[in-house]
C-alpha cells in the first residue's frame, strides 16, 4: 500500500487528537477518574501520557539537546519513567491538562509541517522521519482514545485513519519478533485488511508470499497496538510463522506487556 503525502498524514494526526479530544471535553472532573483498562490509570492518564509523549516529540524535533536529556532521564529509570510522565500530568486540574495537551498538539503540527521531509529525528526508538512520527503519534493517540473511549463506555467508529496504524504494525513485524527475543522470519509475509468502509483491501507485501495474514484492518489494528486478545479477533493466517505473528504482533517500542486477556477470562 502507498505511503499517504507528509500533508495527509498530518491531518488525519489532527483529526484524530480533535476525535479524542472530544471525549474528554466536557467531561465533570469525577470522571476523568475513571479506571481505563491500563492498569492503574484513569482517564487523566491516558491525556497526561498523550501530552507527555506529544511534548517529547515536539522536543526531538526542535531542540536534539534538549531531547537528549529526556532519553538520559528515561535511562536512568527505564521501568517507571512512562508512568511518571503520567502521574505528573493526571495530577493537575483536568481544565489546565487539558489545555497544555491541545496546545501542545497545535505546536507539535507547526514543527512537523516545518520539518525538513527527509530529516531523521531522534527517539526513545530508532530516529524517525516526521511523517513516521507524526503517523506513530497518530496511533498512539487512537490506542489511547480507545482506552478513554472504554472507560466512558463510548463506542468509536473506525476510519480509514487506521490505515497509517496497519502500517505501523505491518513494518513492526521484525521488531515484534526480536522483542520476545525470537528470530525474524526470513521471508515478506502477505497482508490483506479490509477497511472499515468495507472497500479494496489495504494490502502489503508480496502477492505470491505462501505466508498470509488476512482479516479486518479494524482488528489488526486492535492486535498490534494490543488493545483486544488474539481470541476475541476475526484475523486468520497462514503458515506458521505468520500464526506466531499474531501471537506477537506490536506496533510500539518497548516491551510487549501483558495484553488484554480474552472476553471469556474477564
Known amino acids: 500500500m502507498p505511503l499517504d503525502p507528509p500533508a495527509a498524514v498530518l491531518a488525519d494526526l ?4 480533535l476525535e479524542v479530544e472530544a471525549l474528554v471535553s466536557g467531561l465533570p472532573d469525577a470522571a476523568w477518574a475513571k479506571p481505563t483498562p491500563a492498569p492503574r490509570w484513569t482517564v487523566a492518564h491516558q491525556i ?3 501530552h507527555w509523549t506529544d511534548r517529547a516529540a ?3 524535533l526542535t531542540d536534539g539537546t534538549g531531547f537528549a536529556r529526556l532519553v ?5 529509570s527505564p521501568a517507571t519513567f512512562v508512568d511518571e510522565g503520567a502521574e505528573e500530568g493526571a495530577a493537575l486540574a483536568p481544565a489546565q491538562l487539558l489545555a497544555r495537551w491541545r496546545a501542545t498538539r497545535a505546536e507539535l503540527d507547526g514543527a512537523l509541517a516545518a520539518a525538513p521531509a527527509d530529516a531523521r529525528f531522534p527517539w526513545y526508538g530508532p530516529p524517525m522521519k516526521a511523517a513516521s512520527m507524526a503517523s506513530a503519534r497518530l496511533m498512539e493517540t487512537w490506542a ?3 482506552d478513554i473511549a472504554d472507560a466512558l463506555g463510548v463506542r468509536r467508529a473506525p476510519t480509514a485513519r487506521l490505515r497509517h496504524v496497519a502500517r505501523i504494525g505491518v513494518r513492526a513485524r521484525d521488531y515484534a519478533f526480536s522483542v520476545r527475543e525470537l528470530a525474524p522470519p526470513a ?3 502477505r497482508v490483506e485488511l479490509v477497511p472499515p468502509d468495507g472497500g479494496e483491501p489495504w494490502v502489503y507485501g508480496p502477492p505470491d508470499a505462501a505466508q498470509r495474514v488476512t482479516g479486518p484492518a479494524l ?3 486492535l492486535l498490534v497496538t494490543r488493545r483486544a486478545h488474539r481470541a476475541d479477533l476475526a484475523l486468520a493466517a497462514e503458515g506458521a510463522d505468520a500464526d506466531r505473528w499474531l501471537d506477537a504482533a ?3 517500542a518497548g516491551p510487549p506487556g501483558p495484553g488484554r486477556a480474552p472476553r471469556t477470562a474477564r
Open 14 to 17: 489532527r483529526e484524530e487528537g
Open 48 to 50: 497526561a501520557h498523550l
Open 58 to 60: 515536539l522536543v526531538s
Open 72 to 76: 538520559e532521564a528515561a535511562l536512568r
Open 144 to 146: 489511547h482514545g480507545l
Open 187 to 189: 521471508e515478506e509475509f
Open 219 to 221: 482488528d489488526f489494528c
Open 250 to 252: 506490536q506496533a510500539f
